[in-house]
């Protein structure tokens, strides 16, 4: 059994659900949001057909909560607004969180004096949706 618990993206935790439900997990969905892809920025129809999906497999959503504990056989999740504690065995806990730009890369190349095109998150831009438009502007400008 996997848990997923996503406080940032939900983009790849539905996708990491996805995957993981292809390959025959059970999946638990833990969020603190009240269903899965509530923050995502994309239309109803393409939200509500993410969720179809999931629902359909062997995926629980558990919504108003967040990860407080991870042990061997089971994680330990919170409540929201609360001190209450809930216990749901998994063997496997993925992570979906914010993401964090990693310019390492691109200012080494650039004190090189490489050209170069950057998109995404190293752009300084969070969001599938932002890195998306940013590779398109620059190739169209290739």
């Known amino acids: 059994k996997t848990l997923i618990e996503t406080f940032g993206s939900f983009a790849e935790a539905i996708s990491a659900a996805e995957l993981l439900l292809a390959a025959g997990s059970e999946v638990t969905f833990v969020s603190r ?27 629980d959503f558990i919504g108003g909560h967040y990860l407080r504990r991870i042990a061997a056989d089971h994680v330990e999740i919170g409540v929201l607004y609360t001190d209450r504690v809930r216990r749901v065995s998994a063997r496997t806990v993925v992570l979906a969180g914010f993401n964090a730009p990693n310019r390492d890369l691109v200012d080494e190349l650039g004190a090189r004096g490489v050209k170069l095109h950057v998109v995404g998150d190293a752009r300084g831009q969070n969001g599938i949706m932002h890195a998306i438009h940013g590779a398109a502007e620059v190739a169209r400008s290739i």
Request: charged share 25%; aromatic share 8%; glycine share 12%.
């Open 33 to 59: 949001f009240d269903k899965p892809g509530d923050s995502l920025p994309y239309p109803p129809v393409t939200v509500g057909a993410a969720r179809e999906r999931l629902m359909a497999g062997r995926c």
